[in-house]
C-alpha cells in the first residue's frame, strides 16, 4: 500500500471546506480553551444580585459560537458541494478561502463593542457605570462611550 500526494486527484472544494470547518471548530472551541486564569477568577467571584463579569462571559461564548456555527456551515456546504461532484481548481479553492482573514480580522475589531453591546442589552439591573466600567475596564474609553451612545437612554447605565 503506498500513499502519494496527488494534487491532481485533489478535490479542492472539500479541502476548502474542511478548512472552513477547521476555523469554525476554532471559534466554538475558543470560548473554553482559550479562556485566561484571569477572566477565570473574574468570572468566579461572588457578587450582589447580578454577576455583569457572567453575563459578559455568556455574551462572549454566545458571539463565539455564532462565529463558529457560521464557519462550520459554510465549510459543511462547501464539502457537500464537493461530494455532489463539483470539481473546481487549486485558484478557486484559495478563493473560496479569502474570506476567512477578513472573517477574523471583524471579529477581533468589532470584539469590545459587540460584546459589551450585548452586555448591556441584555442587563436587567440598573447598574451605575462605574460597576460598568469595573467589569469592562479593558475596553478602552472612546469604545466604552461610543458603545453606550448606541443603547437606548433607558438601557443605558446611571
Known amino acids: 500500500m503506498d500513499i502519494a500526494l496527488s494534487t491532481t486527484q485533489a478535490t479542492w472544494l472539500a479541502v476548502a471546506g474542511l478548512l472552513w470547518d477547521m476555523?469554525?471548530?476554532?471559534?466554538?472551541?475558543?470560548?473554553?480553551?482559550?479562556?485566561?486564569?484571569?477572566?477565570?477568577?473574574?468570572?468566579?467571584?461572588?457578587y450582589f444580585d447580578l454577576s455583569i463579569p457572567l453575563l459578559r462571559s455568556f455574551c462572549e461564548q454566545r458571539r463565539d459560537a455564532r462565529y463558529g456555527l457560521s464557519l462550520l456551515a459554510a465549510g459543511f456546504s462547501l464539502q457537500l458541494g464537493s461530494a455532489a461532484g463539483v470539481r473546481v481548481s487549486a485558484s478557486v479553492c484559495a478563493a473560496a478561502l479569502l474570506p476567512l482573514p477578513v472573517i477574523w480580522h471583524h471579529y477581533r475589531y468589532n470584539a469590545d463593542r459587540a460584546v459589551l453591546l450585548a452586555t448591556l442589552r441584555v442587563n436587567f439591573i440598573n447598574s451605575g457605570i462605574e460597576v460598568w466600567r469595573e467589569a469592562f475596564k479593558d475596553v478602552p474609553e472612546k469604545?466604552?462611550?461610543?458603545?453606550?451612545?448606541?443603547?437606548?437612554?433607558?438601557?443605558?447605565?446611571?
Not at 479562556?35 to 473574574?42: M, N
Not at 469604545?143 to 446611571?158: G, H, I, M, N, V
Open 23 to 46: 476555523a469554525g471548530a476554532f471559534f466554538l472551541a475558543k470560548a473554553l480553551i482559550f479562556v485566561r486564569d484571569f477572566d477565570l477568577r473574574r468570572r468566579s467571584g461572588t
Open 143 to 158: 469604545t466604552f462611550a461610543d458603545t453606550l451612545k448606541e443603547l437606548p437612554t433607558r438601557q443605558r447605565p446611571s
